[in-house]
């Protein structure tokens, strides 16, 4: 019975080494391959939780290219104007204006046009370009823009509506007035010099009978203040 015992401890010492020895190895080659796989992994699996932060800081960098605006006119008698740009192609579009904006996308060559409304007075107009994580270019250059639609100011001195005019020595009419300075003054349609006070003067021939007498004064954003006059001459 002793016998029987001793070879039965025998046989389980036997099956524990081999047991320890086969969790042995593989508790080896689980950390070899642990060392070797898990690493790399390890790092994926970092890098997705930091790939955001790096997209984040690629987005803080980046530069856009400011707008370019056409070059508007300095003064207009419109309450609208068309404002048209060049800039990134595809690109969302800002344009200031007063105290207002608007948003226009520009098309695949970068080409983009707004109608904005003005108010009376200067108009500063720029334009910054906006991507769609929120960053902005510099600033385009900025143009100001006049609106008025004022009717200028005009006032014919010489000669009154209707009046006569006898013999050679009053056949030389000399036209005098006044208007806005830095207008622009046409009788019958030429152009006359205005000096910086706004007086004008200008000499015509009268034709025999009846002349007619068209005085236009036009600012420079176009309105325009019109005097029809006639006047008689006798020789």
Avoid: C, W
């Amino acid at each position: 019975m002793r016998q029987y015992r001793s070879r039965l401890s025998e046989v389980e010492e036997q099956k524990s080494i081999k047991s320890a020895l086969i969790f042995g190895g593989l508790t080896i080659l689980i950390i070899i391959l642990s060392l070797i796989f898990g690493i790399p992994l390890f790092s994926k699996f970092i890098n997705l939780f930091n790939k955001p932060s790096t997209q984040n800081q690629v987005n803080q960098t980046v530069t856009l290219l400011a707008p370019t605006l056409s070059t508007p006119p300095k003064y207009t008698k419109e309450q609208s104007i068309i404002i048209k740009g060049i800039s990134t192609p595809n690109s969302l579009i800002k344009i200031f204006f007063g105290n207002s904006t608007d948003e226009v996308t520009s098309d695949g060559d970068g080409n983009f046009t707004a109608n904005i409304g003005l108010v009376k007075g200067n108009n500063v107009i720029y334009a910054v370009t906006l991507d769609k994580n929120g960053n902005t270019s510099a600033n385009s250059t900025s143009y100001t823009i006049n609106y008025t639609n004022q009717t200028p100011n005009l006032t014919v001195n010489t000669p009154q509506n209707n009046q006569n005019f006898y013999g050679s020595s009053q056949q030389n009419l000399n036209i005098q007035g006044s208007t806005d300075a830095n207008n622009n003054i046409a009788i019958n349609d030429h152009t006359v010099v205005v000096d910086p006070t706004g007086k004008f003067s200008y000499s015509i021939n009268l034709q025999n009978g009846d002349n007619n007498l068209k005085i236009v004064s036009t600012d420079l954003a176009g309105n325009k203040k019109e005097i029809d006059l006639k006047v008689t001459f006798n020789p």
